[in-house]
């Protein structure tokens, strides 16, 4: 069965630096999404993304965060200068089609943030 | 708006004791989506179930029910007979077709004791 794909599953780095975070969606899907979990914490929508442009984007997605589709394959999250509370788990989701009747988003297995 | 409640925060159980974890939904759209999910400790978010506003039957799976009631803007779900394995974060979502983004509850911490 196909899956969303995340890498990497853990980053480690100093405040201030530059992450890129990657997903590769599911190959027919046209909707892509990045959520974040603080630890112990529900879910929350970052961005959602299609046809090479930002839909819809949360309070939270700031002028920190940029999101890419870099290749017909690869979508990326990109923070430009960490802080210590963008320590998180990020998750990529992929839809195929939005608004059909019969939709489910797909998520990536996470990638884990921790900002020292 | 759309907000979805977990008003359970934490449950404990014993193996094979029936437990039912509650979700409410708030939303103005006449079509929209309901969803949980399944964390456990590794992290990853585990689809289990989808239901659209316009389909309020039950559904069983195995070990797994869920309650949808629009008049009480609920969707519950139970596992039968609980099973360690089932220890977990277990959330509710809702999407609204005409956003697609997932409003997630809190989520409930299910924990199963042998």
């Known amino acids: 069965e196909p899956e969303v794909t995340q890498t990497p599953s853990h980053q480690v780095t100093q405040m201030g630096q530059e992450v890129i975070l990657r997903c590769v969606p599911i190959?027919?899907?046209?909707?892509f999404y990045w959520y974040r979990q603080i630890l112990g914490q529900k879910v929350e929508f970052l961005v959602s993304f299609y046809n090479n442009e930002i839909s819809e984007k949360s309070e939270i997605f700031d002028d920190q965060f940029s999101v890419e589709r870099p290749d017909g394959s690869n979508f990326t999250l990109k923070i430009r200068s960490t802080k210590l509370e963008d320590s998180a788990m990020y998750f990529c989701a992929s839809i195929k089609v939005a608004g059909a009747l019969q939709e489910t988003q797909y998520f990536g297995p996470g990638t884990r943030l921790l900002v020292l | 708006a759309q907000k979805v409640t977990q008003a359970q925060t934490e449950i404990s159980v014993v193996e094979k004791e029936d437990v039912t974890l509650d979700c409410v939904y708030e939303t103005r759209d006449t079509t929209y989506y309901l969803f949980w999910y399944k964390q456990p400790p590794s992290g990853e978010l585990v689809f289990l179930i989808r239901r659209n506003s316009f389909d309020e039957q039950n559904e069983i799976s195995g070990r797994y029910s869920w309650n949808f009631q629009k008049s009480t803007s609920s969707f519950n779900f139970t596992i039968t007979a609980s099973q360690v394995v089932d220890s977990a974060v277990y959330f509710c979502a809702l999407s609204a077709i005409t956003g697609n983004q997932f409003y997630f509850g809190t989520g409930t911490s299910l924990t199963v004791i042998p």
């Open positions: 190959s027919n899907h046209l909707y």
